[in-house]
């Protein structure tokens, strides 16, 4: 039965006291690395994984706009958390959007009753650019999965994780296939090996695959390179995490600044919380996170906009996709900067009490610039001149590696 939809009042009434709750020790987890299974299974257990199934299928049904309003939130209270589960609502946006293969049904199902979905595409090898080296092969009525990758994030944490993979004498193929297998699979070895200065607790380590068995109906495959929206939707997670880290950035400053008594002598104030200055970094702290999240609930816009005009094959108008691939590439280049610079700031609202181990004021510069290193920034901003002077279009399909001559 299909009930009304969800306002922002209720989703928020519903899922601020588990953000509070994942909140509380944050700081103490990024400190003693302590990965995040308790608040992802409070999270699996409130809904929250299920937030963007159709209530048909056993989820809340919640726009694209409420989850990244809700992922900006998450953020503030620890921001490994959307990157932990940023795959997996990958997975649940490309079954009821642009993945037209085979019945969604099964798996939007999965997720309604708490299935979490890992990733692990991306390689750290040399290997060409747009090429894998996991590969699957036919085996029967099945097919074999052999490879390593990394920065496999949240596959932990999951159920089942999406590996991204090449088809053996398909060397030449211009569609990206997807092999997806149980995280406890015979042959899985999911590693925490993630080394980064940042996003400690993301599991964005190593996943290893020995000759994993991989059912004919687990393997999709969707044209690669084409125009799409999930371009957009992978790199506004990091935005809304960014998001969020400036607004954790303002509450611990203010957190700092009420109870305090010690002033310097030049102090303009009796307190800090009376000092001009003080007040006014606390003021510049407060403006980068409303830029920040302005920035993304504007892109979010733009995201269910496109999601409204998705026509029933999966596919969507390519100005509108065109329109918020841009404009994800705009809030990155104005975010990343405001962020990182509020994070440094941060410490200006005291003295060297504002260093103390104890407080781990540092996670959010850590965080932040780890986050904004995804997809590097500077290569943002060359496509928005590019496209401002010449009118180029944007790519749609973002891959790493050494480039080899055809």
Same mark, same amino acid.
């Given at each position: ?7 922002? *009042? ?10 509070? %709750? @994942? ?7 990024? $400190? ?12 699996? !257990? ?6 963007? =199934? ?10 694209? !706009?409420?989850?990244?309003? /809700?992922?900006?939130?998450?953020? !503030? ?6 990157? @932990?589960?940023?795959? &997996?609502?990958?997975? =649940?946006? +490309? ?33 060409? @650019? ?30 089942? =994780? ?11 193929? *211009? ?5 997806? @297998? ?41 044209? %690669? ?31 700092? =600044? ?7 002598? $030049? ?42 005009? +998705? ?9 509108? /996709?065109? +329109? ?21 700031? /941060? ?7 504002? /260093?103390? !181990?104890?407080? +781990? ?12 290193? &995804?997809?590097?920034? #500077? ?9 401002? #002077?010449?009118? *180029? ?14």
């Amino acid at each position: 039965m299909t009930h009304a939809a969800l306002t922002d *009042t209720d989703l928020h009434a519903r899922f601020q006291p588990i953000f509070d %709750r @994942i909140a509380e020790g944050a700081a103490q987890r990024d $400190h003693d690395r302590q990965l995040a299974y308790e608040p992802v299974q409070w999270l699996r !257990e409130s809904g929250f994984t299920a937030l963007r =199934v159709p209530q048909a299928f056993g989820g809340l049904g919640a726009s694209i !706009e409420q989850l990244f309003d /809700l992922l900006i939130a998450l953020g !503030e209270a620890d921001a490994n958390l959307p990157q @932990i589960l940023r795959a &997996h609502f990958g997975f =649940v946006e +490309r079954l009821s959007g642009e993945l037209r293969v085979g019945d969604p049904a099964p798996w939007l199902r999965r997720v309604a009753q708490g299935d979490i979905f890992g990733n692990a595409t991306s390689e750290a090898k040399n290997t060409q @650019i747009g090429r894998f080296d996991t590969t699957v092969r036919r085996e029967g009525d099945g097919w074999r999965l052999n490879g390593e990758k990394f920065y496999s994030t949240g596959s932990l944490y999951a159920n089942w =994780v999406q590996v991204a993979v090449r088809v053996e004498g398909e060397e030449k193929s *211009t569609r990206q296939t997807v092999a997806i @297998i149980p995280a406890d699979r015979e042959g899985v070895a999911l590693i925490d090996d993630w080394f980064g200065f940042g996003q400690r607790l993301s599991a964005s380590g190593t996943s290893r695959f020995d000759n994993v068995w991989v059912e004919d109906e687990r393997i999709f495959s969707y044209e %690669r390179g084409a125009p799409t929206s999930m371009t957009t939707l992978f790199q506004l997670f990091h935005l809304a995490t960014l998001a969020g880290i400036a607004r954790a950035i303002e509450r611990d400053a203010v957190a700092f =600044v009420k109870p305090r008594q010690r002033v310097y002598s $030049h102090s303009a104030g009796n307190t800090p919380a009376e000092d001009p200055l003080v007040q006014q970094v606390v003021g510049k702290l407060s403006a980068a996170a409303f830029v920040a999240t302005a920035a993304v609930q504007s892109v979010a816009r733009a995201l269910g906009d496109v999601e409204r005009a +998705r026509r029933p094959d999966g596919t969507a108008p390519l100005d509108l /996709l065109t +329109r918020v691939e841009l404009l994800t590439a705009r809030a990155q280049v104005g975010v990343v900067d405001v962020v990182i610079d509020a994070a440094s700031r /941060l410490f200006d609202v005291g003295g060297a009490s504002a /260093l103390l !181990e104890e407080r +781990r004021f540092d996670r959010h510069w850590r965080n932040a610039r780890t986050l904004a290193s &995804h997809n590097p920034t #500077i290569y943002k901003a060359k496509l928005l001149g590019e496209h401002a #002077i010449n009118g *180029t279009p944007p790519s749609f399909y973002w891959s790493v590696g050494p480039k080899v001559a055809a």
